[in-house]
Nanobody, 125 residues
Framework: QVQLVESGGGLVQPGGSLRLSCAAS????????MGWYRQAPGKQRELVAR???????NYADSVKGRFTISRDNARNRVYLQMNSLKPEDTAVYYC???????????????????WGQGTQVTVSS
């Protein structure tokens, strides 16, 4: 069974930094795209950043220049370095895997939208 587990969230003051990590476990063959999404109370879940297996990245305009996404393909992990944090960055941050291939027994399977359970990030004085 495949599992995505986020960590690294917490409370930080405006202007501070946090580093989020997401570990994918299981008999994983490949993950095409890994990304971070966030959802604040009363708002829709939105894309923060994503990265392909080849290292190409995309960022939301609101975080561009402040956040950096990276991944370790060998360990099936993705990271989000968050600098110059603002109160509006406060949200639950979710790890996402797009087109995740894995094995169970002798079979192989594809998942096109796989989610972690989220980690809370709070930016406040």
């Amino acid at each position: 069974q495949v599992q995505l587990v986020e960590s690294g969230g917490g409370l930080v003051q405006p202007g501070g930094s946090l580093r989020l990590s997401c570990a994918a476990s299981g008999r994983i063959l490949s993950i095409n795209i890994m990304g971070w999404y966030r959802q604040a109370p009363g708002k829709q879940r939105e894309l923060v950043a994503r990265i392909t297996s080849g290292g190409s990245t995309n960022y939301a305009d609101s975080v561009k220049g402040r956040f950096t996404i990276s991944r370790d393909n060998a360990r099936n992990r993705v990271y989000l370095q968050m600098n110059s944090l603002k109160p509006e960055d406060t949200a639950v941050y979710y790890c996402n895997a797009d087109r995740l291939s894995y094995r169970i027994g002798s079979g192989s399977y594809n998942e096109y939208d796989y989610w972690g359970q989220g980690t809370q990030v709070t930016v406040s004085s």
